[in-house]
């Protein structure tokens, strides 16, 4: 089944304590992307992927990492994580472009103490 | 700077009724317009993607439609059901390396 699969789904950690969150995908895309979601703000872009080794900022991308060392994972890094970062976080992918259909994964929601 | 509208916020309406969500967005280059469903603590579901070049698209009780001119799109859902009760979120995708911008969404619920 093509799918974009996260782990954790849900993870309450406290403040400074570094983690990651795994973004994987089935689909052979170029292109992947992660968003955070908040109550009021909407969606909106952390960082993306066009293809191995190459990342750029989205939106809001203060306090996060990524890297894409292989085509299917694109792992979201916390170095130090503060409470302003609690939120639902969504890894995205695409093939090719962005003039294509984007699938999301299914979340993970983060509470930092 | 893209801004993307949906109104209303929040919708209640009988099982059985036709419906339609509004989108607006203020920019009218725009690559495509995707539909979106989203259930309360789950991921985002694509319903529906419009090409810049297209008007509409259908799948089963869902039509969507597109007005790039006029920076409008609309979701259609005909005959509505409870299990239809979501947030409903359009996003537009732009020219360059910029990211999908989202609508805050539509909450909808169907009551039977």
């Known amino acids: 089944e093509a799918q974009v699969t996260q782990n954790p789904r849900y993870l309450i950690t406290v403040t400074g304590k570094k983690l990651t969150v795994t973004c994987s995908q089935n689909?052979?895309?170029?292109?992947m992307s992660w968003y955070r979601q908040d109550p009021g703000l909407g969606l909106r872009q952390i960082y993306y992927s066009m293809n191995v080794e190459v990342t750029d900022k989205g939106d809001v991308p203060e306090g996060y990492k990524v890297s894409r060392k292989e085509k299917r994972n694109f792992p979201l890094i916390l170095e130090s994580p503060s409470p302003n970062q609690t939120s639902l976080y969504f890894c995205a992918s695409t093939i090719g472009s962005l003039s294509n259909e984007q699938f999301f994964g299914p979340g993970t929601r983060l509470t930092v103490l | 700077k893209q801004e993307v509208t949906q109104i209303p916020a929040a919708l209640s309406v009988p099982e059985g009724e036709n419906l339609v969500l509004n989108c607006s967005f203020t920019d009218s280059a725009i690559y495509n317009l995707q539909w979106f469903r989203q259930d309360p603590g789950k991921g985002l579901t694509s319903l529906l993607l419009i090409q810049s070049s297209q008007r509409e698209q259908t799948s089963g009780r869902l039509n969507a439609s597109l007005d790039k001119s006029s920076g409008r799109s609309t979701l259609y859902i005909a005959a509505s059901q409870p299990g239809d009760s979501a947030t409903y979120l359009c996003?537009?995708?732009?020219?360059?390396?910029?990211?999908?911008?989202f609508g805050k969404g539509t909450r909808l619920s169907v009551i039977a």
């Open positions: 689909m052979n895309h170029e292109y």
């Open positions: 996003a537009v995708s732009q020219p360059g390396n910029t990211p999908l911008v």
